[in-house]
Every structure is written in C-alpha cells, then in structure tokens.
C-alpha cells in the first residue's frame, strides 16, 4: 500500500491551495483518512480526518478556513485551504487506516508528506 500526496507549494498569505491524496495497491477497505502537519521545531498535529461515511473533523486552527473532501471511487482525499496564514507553514502528511487482507485489525499507512509555505 502507498500514500502520495500532492499539490504543497508557495502561496501567498491570504491565498489557496489544494492538496490531494491518492491511496493505491492492494487492500479490503480503506476506512478514515485524513491530514496532520508539522511545522518546524513542533509537534506534528492533527489538521483534519474524514470517515469513510463522509463525517469529518477539524482542528480549531482551521475550521471555517479549510475543507477536506474524499473520492471513494479514486481512493483519495483532498484538503481544500483557503485565507492561508503564515502559521499554517508546515509540511502535511496524508494517513489512512486501511484494512489488509489477511490482518485482524486496520493498519494506518503516511504518505511522505508535502510542504506548505505561507509567506510573502
């Protein structure tokens, strides 16, 4: 199973960007999946989660600014951020806990993350 996350770049405070997630290889389901970030010289925390029925969750820091969506049919989520601050600068991670076959229990799975810089 593999992660890669796309879409982290420069933008300008204020400004949007679009990051995406595309799960692939060879799995039962794929149940929450979602984004945490770490920005340098902290802890890497959590910036959104989405289930596998579409309910979702956000960090206090982002809510009402970003918004992650899911694509069940490509295996894939996106984090849609907007009016982004200096202080979102990090490098984001997209994780997903996914069901193997042949495991009891779900196992969760990172990509290799994607940096985010807010600046001028």
């Known amino acids: 199973v593999q992660l890669q996350a796309f879409g982290g770049g420069l933008v300008q405070p204020g400004g949007s960007l679009r990051l995406s997630c595309v799960a692939s290889g060879s799995f039962i389901r794929i149940n929450g999946m979602g984004w945490y970030r770490q920005a340098p010289g902290k802890q890497r925390e959590l910036v959104a989660l989405?289930?596998?029925?579409?309910?979702?969750k956000y960090a206090d820091s982002v809510k009402g600014r970003f918004t992650i969506s899911r694509d069940n049919a490509k295996n894939t989520i996106y984090l849609q951020m907007n009016s982004l601050k200096p202080e979102d600068t990090a490098v984001y991670y997209c994780y997903a806990e996914i069901q193997l076959l042949g495991f009891m229990v779900p196992t969760i799975h990172w990509g290799q993350g994607t940096e985010v810089t807010v600046s001028s």
């Open positions: 989405i289930t596998s029925g579409g309910s979702t």
